[in-house]
Nanobody
Framework: QLQLVESGGGLVQPGGSLRLSCAASGFTLDYYVIGWFRQAPGKEREGVAC????????YYAESVKGRFTISRDNAKNTVYLQMKSLKAEDTALYYCAAAPGSYCSGRIRGYEYDYWGQGTQVTVSS
């Protein structure tokens, strides 16, 4: 059974850091573009970042550029989202998603992804 499981969320103070993980089971991530998305209460889902399968090239939304880093470890079948300098507006449920393909190329629209995890909550508050 194909599954994505996010972990690493939690409560962090403004300015703090967290690293989210997205672990795949039932399939290998080697041939999939992986994206991270988030949804805050009352807001639409927002694409945050994506990473290519072919060359690990990345793309970031303007709202997180310079603060978030997406990476992948194919040996562990896991993708990470390192988040630093967190702000209150980063508070959301964070999801990872997978789409067959080689290159990310700015693919951070939800409809472009086929498989989704259940999400991990990130709360930034003092």
């Amino acid at each position: 059974q194909l599954q994505l499981v996010e972990s690493g969320g939690g409560l962090v103070q403004p300015g703090g850091s967290l690293r989210l993980s997205c672990a795949a089971s039932g399939f290998t991530l080697d041939y999939y573009v992986i994206g991270w998305f988030r949804q805050a209460p009352g807001k639409e889902r927002e694409g945050v970042a994506c990473i290519s399968s072919r060359d690990a090239s990345t793309y970031y939304a303007e709202s997180v550029k310079g603060r978030f880093t997406i990476s992948r470890d194919n040996a562990k079948n896991t993708v990470y989202l390192q988040m630093k300098s967190l702000k209150a507006e980063d508070t959301a449920l964070y999801y990872c998603a997978a789409a067959p393909g080689s290159y990310c190329s700015g693919r951070i629209r939800g409809y472009e992804y086929d498989y989704w995890g259940q999400g991990t909550q990130v709360t930034v508050s003092s």
